[in-house]
């Protein structure tokens, strides 16, 4: 699964990269994260038709967006969804209806330097049967500082308890494909975010693919990553501090001593 991640690089450099023609006010000012978690506003880049006098009538354009993490769907009664759709399996896109129509017309890209995995330990021997499972936190990120464009669906959900004046009537959410972890990281953790390569983010982005071809996409070659160990501290929301990316000096899992 991917559920922290960290986006700290500025939104006007994450625009050059991802050749992103407009950014919304919100998503500018977001402050950077080392320790991004579901629920929180966080950038997304998608291409949708311009609005011109209401509508989405204008050309296709490339923007860069804000969306709360955790993808709520259309017909969810209540936006407390999004808290466990975090995350969408690649391998069942097309299965899942939360998932199916967003693939098919709402793709985007969660710009990111990295995330964290937690890799779970043996239980000491001599621990009771009620002793908390050790683990050791990773931070995987793309060689050479690159950015790490995580696919992702997105969606919009109408409050209808709010009147068709309020700013606030429409959510929008988003949720991270995942996949079977690759060979190099699967001892950490069976699942990893999908990291697209540079050379499919159009295909990815563009509203004319369909969500079979799209879901080819994401089954295809993927951004190699680096891992390392760090510190306990990225398991609290509570802590969000460049540190956090510090390698581990004294790290509890046995095979990287």
Not at 170 to 199: K, Y
Request: one cysteine or more; proline letters at 9%.
């Amino acid at each position: 699964m991917c559920g922290r991640y960290a986006s700290f690089r500025d939104a006007q450099d994450i625009a050059d990269d991802l050749a992103v023609a407009e950014i919304a006010d919100d998503a500018r000012l977001l402050p950077p994260s080392w320790n991004v978690a579901p629920t929180d506003d966080v950038r997304i880049v998608v291409e949708r038709p311009r609005r011109i006098e209401g509508r989405n009538i204008g050309e296709i354009t490339r923007s860069m967006r804000l969306a709360r993490w955790g993808l709520v769907p259309s017909w969810a009664k209540d936006p407390a969804i999004g808290a466990r759709m975090i995350n969408a399996r690649s391998e069942t896109l097309l299965d899942k209806p939360a998932f199916a129509k967003p693939l098919a017309t709402r793709r985007c890209l969660l710009p990111a330097d990295g995330y964290f995995e937690w890799r779970r330990l043996p239980v000491p021997a001599g621990a009771t049967a009620r002793a908390k499972v050790p683990k050791q936190a990773y931070w995987i990120h793309p060689e050479r500082g690159h950015v790490a464009a995580l696919a992702g669906l997105y969606e919009f959900w109408r409050d209808t308890t709010r009147s068709d004046d309020d700013p606030d009537r429409w959510l929008v959410s988003a949720t991270v494909i995942t996949t079977a972890a690759s060979p190099d990281l699967e001892h950490i953790h069976d699942r990893m975010p999908v990291v697209l390569p540079r050379d499919v983010w159009d295909t990815w982005l563009d509203p004319a693919v369909g969500a079979g071809e799209a879901a080819d996409v994401v089954r295809g070659p993927q951004v190699t990553t680096t891992a390392r160990p760090v510190g306990d501290a990225v398991g609290s929301v509570r802590n969000n501090r460049p540190s956090l990316l510090d390698a581990d000096d004294d790290p509890r899992d046995q095979d990287v001593r």
